[in-house]
């Protein structure tokens, strides 16, 4: 028996950061946990191990795909005896768990910002504005909870035991190929800042030269709105709000944001938030803890230049 399963996702880096907040979500809840990791690697075993008191390593023969992880991890729940499986809000867990409420006939909890029990919490409505307390009323739940909302949990004392679950083939899908885009630089999930890039910058083929310095001199990892993700000016996973990553750096920079709702869903969780725009009355202000008036052509050489004098 284990009453709450953690869905830790891993890379040949590691651990998801995100993930070791879905154990932040847990912790405190009593019952019996384990961890359940898919796309292991060495390094991301290694590290699901030290922060899970008990871990079941996920095998899928094939791609990993949402078509295979959902079954097994089902099937997982059933054998376990699971009454909550938790995962944190990312690309993977979006795909694989509706599809596993299913399977599981679970009830299903998005956007967790609290959870009290295995069966009841608090998620955000209308893009972060609001909270509501829910109830699972099937003896079983899947909760996908938003990572800005726990902390990154602390290792454990005891290395946990691992044990290892075989899933099968994904059924159904003819030909998947796999490309692993490798960026350079931090990752908008674990920079400690991140430059937020709206449509106010205005181009729409590569970031201007001094936006570039800036994030180079602050370490910054990069993304930007849905506007721009539109444009072209950046790929649809560096899409930043309530569609996109949601994000918890130690600053988030806007720049040119005009902060729409389900943006400024994606960046709640950032610890200062510092808005740049030309026009007082942006939205963005309302969220920002500081603000910067004027155009991003006039103040970021400025603050680039303020930071080489540094
Ligand atoms: C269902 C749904 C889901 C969505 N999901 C997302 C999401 O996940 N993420 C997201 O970002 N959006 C999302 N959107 C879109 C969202 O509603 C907004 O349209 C979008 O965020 C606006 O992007 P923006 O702030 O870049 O552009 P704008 O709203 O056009 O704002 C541009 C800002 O730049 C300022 N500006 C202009 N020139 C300059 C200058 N030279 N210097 C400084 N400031 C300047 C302007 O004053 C303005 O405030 C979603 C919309 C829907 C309907």
New binding site residues.
């Given amino acids: 028996m284990t009453d709450i399963l953690i869905l830790l996702e891993g890379s040949e880096d590691g651990l998801n950061p995100l993930s070791l907040r879905a154990v932040s979500a847990v912790r405190g809840l009593g019952g019996t946990v384990a961890g359940i990791l898919v796309g292991g690697s060495p390094a991301a075993l290694e590290a699901a191990r030290s922060h899970v008191p008990d871990l079941v390593e996920l095998i899928i023969p094939g791609n990993l795909v949402a078509e295979a992880v959902a079954p097994a991890l089902a099937e997982l729940m059933t054998l376990r005896g699971c009454r909550l499986l938790v995962a944190a809000a990312t690309a993977l867990s979006r795909d694989v768990l509706p599809r596993t409420a299913a399977l599981a006939k679970a009830s299903f909890l998005s956007n967790v910002r609290a959870l009290d029990s295995v069966s009841e919490g608090t998620r955000a409505v209308l893009a972060g504005k609001g909270l509501v307390s829910v109830r699972a009323l099937r003896e079983v739940c899947i909760a996908i909870v938003e990572p800005s909302a726990f902390p990154v949990a602390e290792i454990l004392d005891q290395q946990s035991t691992v044990a290892r679950h075989e899933g099968h083939e994904a059924a159904g899908v003819l030909s998947v190929t796999r490309r692993t885009l490798r960026r350079e630089g931090p990752s908008l999930t674990d920079a400690a800042v991140v430059i937020g890039v709206?449509?106010?910058i205005?181009v729409t083929t590569s970031l201007p030269e001094p936006v570039a310095t800036l994030a180079s001199l602050l370490g910054a990892a990069v993304g930007g709105?849905?506007?721009?993700c539109d444009s072209g000016l950046f790929p649809g996973d560096l899409?930043?709000?309530?569609?996109?990553r949601i994000i918890a750096p130690e600053c988030y920079l806007a720049?040119?944001?005009?902060?729409?709702v389900?943006?400024v869903a994606?960046i709640r969780g950032a610890k200062v938030i510092v808005a740049?725009?030309?026009?007082e009355l942006?939205p963005?202000f309302e969220t920002a803890d500081y603000g910067l008036v004027g155009?991003?052509?006039t103040i970021v050489p400025r603050l680039v230049e303020l930071l080489r004098s540094k």
Avoid: F, P, V
């Fill in positions: 709206g449509r106010g205005g709105t849905r506007a721009t899409q930043i709000g309530q569609t996109g720049l040119g944001i005009s902060g729409a389900q943006h994606g740049l725009d030309k026009n942006a963005i155009t991003w052509e």
